[in-house]
């Protein structure tokens, strides 16, 4: 399974950002099936319900088959766990403990998600040198 981050999904989402080609070509290229946690999935979300396009984001997102992956019952402790390890925000973290869950490679347009995706033990399909949407150094 192919756990997304919120970079990507949005991107695709967006036929106006800057990223959108790449993360729809990452998407249609992929063999797998796509995962991505209930916090990512609502991440990517936020904008098209900001703009009234909730319903058409959502029939995207079921077009391209993204299972939601709920967070599991040890949640809170598994991400505080991670976080203090990692350093990334919550939002990033629940990627990697969605990645975790279903034993998935992250594909990510975030360079520092990638790398400790990777240093964690799961397969990375990051883009390295480019950022996330909202994400902090």
Excluded at 16 to 37: I, K, N, V, W, Y
Excluded at 64 to 82: F, H, I, K, S, T
């Amino acid at each position: 399974m192919i756990i997304v981050d919120a970079s990507v999904l949005i991107a695709h989402l967006d036929g106006d950002d800057a990223h959108h080609a790449r993360a729809t070509d990452a998407l249609e290229q992929a063999s797998e099936e796509f995962g991505a946690s209930s916090i990512t999935l609502a991440e990517v979300l936020v904008g098209p319900a900001r703009q009234g396009r909730l319903a058409e984001a959502r029939v995207a997102l079921h077009a391209l088959e993204v299972r939601e992956l709920p967070l599991p019952g040890d949640a809170a402790e598994r991400l505080a766990v991670l976080r203090a390890a990692v350093g990334l925000r919550l939002p990033d973290c629940c990627v990697l403990l969605a990645a975790q869950e279903a034993g998935g490679t992250v594909l990510t347009f975030d360079e520092r998600l990638g790398r400790e995706a990777s240093r964690l033990g799961h397969d990375s399909l990051s883009q390295p040198g480019e950022t996330a949407h909202g994400t902090s150094p």
